[in-house]
């Protein structure tokens, strides 16, 4: 798959075939995505990867804990952007597009929780893969680089018919990624991502996000 293909079709999968994924699959994408690039090659990014009954475990209990209403408490903030922005609307805008698809009415409570239920089962993908740098580090210097760790990932995935979801949601309860995928202290949970073969008849799947025109977003100087 050439890279411009592979970048438009890269889409967040919400809905997984239960089939398991390879480990030999998984160790070859990381293997790639380590290639991705870091300041000074300093390769802050470490890996957890999940499946079988441990994953099983850490589902159950992120969910006990958010049913339970245990605050949030991220290593790692990403829901912050001001109420009155363009970044909040976009926001909207996506879970207006999800809960149509999904047929979830916005009075629906119930409905809605068992959605957000699903962000923190990892939609029940058959593998997931826990980012955390070492703590030594400092808070932000890191993120470019994982965030460059985790586009590579996506991608490469797509090589082998697999699809992601890159998930904030996954790793909102830390103390159960520390007991159950052992992650230690002196290790700052980042983000996670689901992976698995995208079930195209799952109604979320067929989320066509939106992009600003570069034009809105972009200065051009010096090209005249
Ligand atoms: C840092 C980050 C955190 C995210 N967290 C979640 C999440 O918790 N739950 C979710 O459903 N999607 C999550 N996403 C996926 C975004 O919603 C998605 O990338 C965005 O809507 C663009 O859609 P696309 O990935 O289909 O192109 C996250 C993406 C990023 C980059």
């Not at 999800?98 to 962000?119: C, N, V, Y």
């Not at 460059?148 to 998930?167: M, N, R």
């Not at 066509?208 to 200065?219: F, G, L, Q, S, V």
């Amino acid at each position: 798959m050439d890279v411009t293909e592979a970048v438009k079709k890269r889409k967040s999968i919400r809905g997984y075939k239960p089939d398991p994924v390879p480990k030999e699959i998984l160790e070859q994408i990381l293997d790639l995505a380590s290639r991705a690039p870091s300041a000074m090659n300093t390769q802050p990014w470490e890996f957890t990867v999940l499946a079988g009954n441990v994953l099983e475990t850490v589902r159950r209990s992120n969910v006990e804990l958010l049913n339970s209403g245990s605050p949030p408490n991220p290593e790692h903030v990403v829901v912050d952007w001001p109420r009155e922005s363009i970044y909040r609307q976009r926001q909207v805008d996506l879970a207006k597009q999800l809960f149509k698809l999904m047929d979830i009415p916005r009075e629906d409570k119930e409905k809605r929780a068992k959605w957000m239920e699903r962000g923190f089962r990892y939609f029940d993908a058959p593998a997931v893969v826990i980012i955390s740098v070492d703590r030594c580090l400092s808070e932000s210097g890191p993120l470019i680089d994982i965030g460059a760790v985790i586009q590579t990932i996506c991608l490469l995935a797509l090589h082998f018919g697999l699809g992601t979801c890159i998930e904030d949601q996954g790793v909102t309860y830390p103390e159960v990624l520390r007991k159950y995928a052992r992650i230690p202290d002196s290790k700052r949970i980042i983000m996670a991502i689901a992976i698995g073969y995208p079930d195209w008849d799952f109604p979320a799947n067929k989320v066509e996000t939106e992009r600003e025109p570069i034009d809105n977003i972009t200065a051009w100087l010096g090209f005249d």
